[in-house]
């Protein structure tokens, strides 16, 4: 099952597991949030926003800073020569849950021999009660 969800104006496909670097989001690392879901496809493909509300989960994993990036700005006979840059602030963040995907879970405990479980015995009635319930015959 996939998804196609919006962050920080741009869209990304994205599957259940999957890390991916968007911008810088406004939550410490380890925090949850619900990013706004375009559609869901797989099985079914949902665009639906009603149905989509809140059916994909992300989690903070850290906060970085992208690649230094040199931007040169030069005009002919001019002897004009400026160089910019910046480095992007972003955030690392792994897709939690998507719909009804269901998280993976822990291994369960083993169960105890079945020889140390007796079974309740069943309740029998006095055969008073039952000539009773027959119409006393």
């Not at 059916?55 to 020569?81: I, M, Q, W």
Request: proline residues 7%.
């Amino acid at each position: 099952m996939y998804a196609v969800i919006k962050v920080g104006g741009k869209q990304y496909r994205v599957e259940q597991g999957q890390k991916l670097l968007v911008d810088r989001q406004a939550l410490d690392a380890g925090k949850t949030f619900t990013p706004e879901v375009l559609m869901t496809g797989g099985d079914a493909v949902v665009t639906d926003r009603a149905k989509l509300k809140g059916s994909v989960t992300a989690e903070v994993v850290e906060h970085l800073r992208g690649e230094k990036l040199k931007v040169f700005t030069f005009k002919p006979k001019r002897g004009f020569k400026k160089t910019r840059g910046h480095r992007s602030e972003l955030s690392r963040i792994t897709i939690a849950s998507i719909g009804a995907a269901k998280k993976p879970r822990a291994p369960r405990k083993k169960a105890e021999p079945a020889a140390a479980k007796k079974p309740p015995a069943a309740a029998k009635k006095p055969p008073a009660a039952a000539k009773e319930e027959n119409g006393g015959a």
